[in-house]
């Protein structure tokens, strides 16, 4: 199971990776695992500004829709418009082309609440 050292988690198994005042977001390796296969991403919220913990769009696999919670508060500046026609992204690289938004985060303390790669390893019983 692949989860970087350099990236900030979830409980609800979204990882940030930050870069100035931008938060790039997707899921997991264990949560596409956890999904299977992903058929549709479903993300509508490009240019709204939205708390931590808000839904910011939806995950599809074969037998289960997941809903996708913003890590942190802010504003979503970009959508990954590949995985419009390509989901599987999410299962292929999940840290690099499977990335789901960016986000212009509000409030750089709310970093300290998420889980580092350790926590995030103990969290899923790694």
Known sequence: MNIPEELKYTEDHEWVK???D???VGVTDFA????GDIVYVEIETEGETLDANEVFGTV???KTVSDLFMPLSGEIIEVNAELEDAPEGVNENP???GWM??????DTSELEG???????RGHIGQ
């Open 18 to 20: 930050v870069e100035g």
């Open 22 to 24: 931008v938060a790039t």
């Open 32 to 35: 596409q695992g956890e999904l």
């Open 60 to 62: 599809e696999a074969v």
């Open 95 to 97: 840290y690099e082309g």
């Open 101 to 106: 938004i960016k986000i212009k985060m509000s």
């Open 114 to 120: 998420l889980l580092d790669a350790a926590a995030y």
